[in-house]
């Protein structure tokens, strides 16, 4: 069966804008997440927090990190494919190949493992926020008549 190689490439750039426009948002996403946590140690005097509240926060913390790396790393594969599908266009005398769709493949099965990793961490963290924090904060009773 014929392939139609000039609607791949195209295809392909599709895909590349969609991919840098997400990881774009993520990276953004996380870098509020971050903030989010860099403000409530930032907050909550540690001697207030218990042991599982502060383990959570750095756990969070080092998976935000992760995900900034890997936003950077999954930023310079799709730009090195674009830029080999660049010079496929330009040249004429470079073949577009089974090993451009193979590469092409494995960026999509890693954006895919990228989705669903960043979604299972956005999930977790967003359940993680919308409990009670002070169930994690010992913060101690106000005196009956002190306002505060």
Not at 26 to 41: A, I, S, Y
Not at 64 to 77: E, G, M
Not at 98 to 125: G, I, P, T, W
Request: net charge negative; aromatic share 12%.
């Amino acid at each position: 069966m014929a392939r139609n190689t000039k609607f791949d490439l195209h295809r392909f750039h599709f895909e590349h804008r969609l991919w840098l426009n997400e990881v774009d948002f993520v990276d953004q996403e996380v870098d509020f997440f971050g903030h989010l946590v860099h403000e409530m140690r930032a907050f909550l005097p540690v001697e207030e927090m218990d042991s599982n509240f502060a383990e959570t926060l750095t756990h969070f913390e080092r998976e935000f990190d992760h995900f900034k790396r890997t936003v950077n790393s999954i930023q310079a594969d799709i730009r090195d494919q674009e830029g080999i599908i660049a010079s496929i266009i330009k040249e004429e005398t470079t073949q577009f190949n089974d090993e451009v769709r193979e590469s092409q493949a494995y960026l999509r099965e890693k954006m895919s493992f990228f989705h669903d990793n960043y979604r299972k961490l956005k999930s977790e963290f967003k359940l993680f926020m919308g409990k009670d924090l002070e169930k994690h904060i010992h913060v101690p009773a106000q005196p009956e008549g002190k306002d505060t």
